[in-house]
């Protein structure tokens, strides 16, 4: 693999903790625009503030984005600690573990110590 695919690769492997960075800012600022407009319409109007469905819909973009982004990465390290031949067999099985339980902290874990690091 070269340099610039392993630089893609990490910035990918970075990528969905930035997302979720991205969703609970997203969320603090949706729920605090709710907050906003009930107190400015708590006269009694009963119509639907229309514009934080586009608030909404920008945190189902965002999650749906991190979820496609952790699917892809953990197919692709999966394969990648299974064909990897420099590690030995009991090594390869935590490294599937780790990517099935904590795969967005194990991503940019084992692309730094077994991708990047690796001539």
């Known amino acids: 693999m070269n340099r610039t695919s392993k630089v893609l690769l990490g910035i990918l492997s970075i990528l969905p903790i930035v997302l979720l960075v991205a969703y609970f800012i997203s969320f603090f600022f949706f729920f605090t625009s709710m907050i906003a407009e009930a107190g400015q319409h708590s006269s009694g109007g009963?119509?639907?503030?229309?514009?934080?469905?586009?608030?909404?819909?920008?945190?189902?973009?965002?999650?749906?984005l991190m979820a496609l982004l952790n699917l892809g990465l953990l197919v692709y390290y999966i394969i990648h600690a299974v064909n990897n031949k420099a590690i030995e067999s009991s090594e390869r099985i935590i490294w599937i573990l780790i990517f099935v339980f904590a795969g967005m902290i194990g991503f940019p874990i084992y692309?730094?110590?077994r991708i990047w690091k690796s001539a």
């Open 46 to 64: 009963n119509e639907f503030p229309l514009h934080l469905l586009g608030n909404f819909g920008m945190l189902f973009l965002i999650v749906g």
């Open 111 to 113: 692309w730094y110590m």
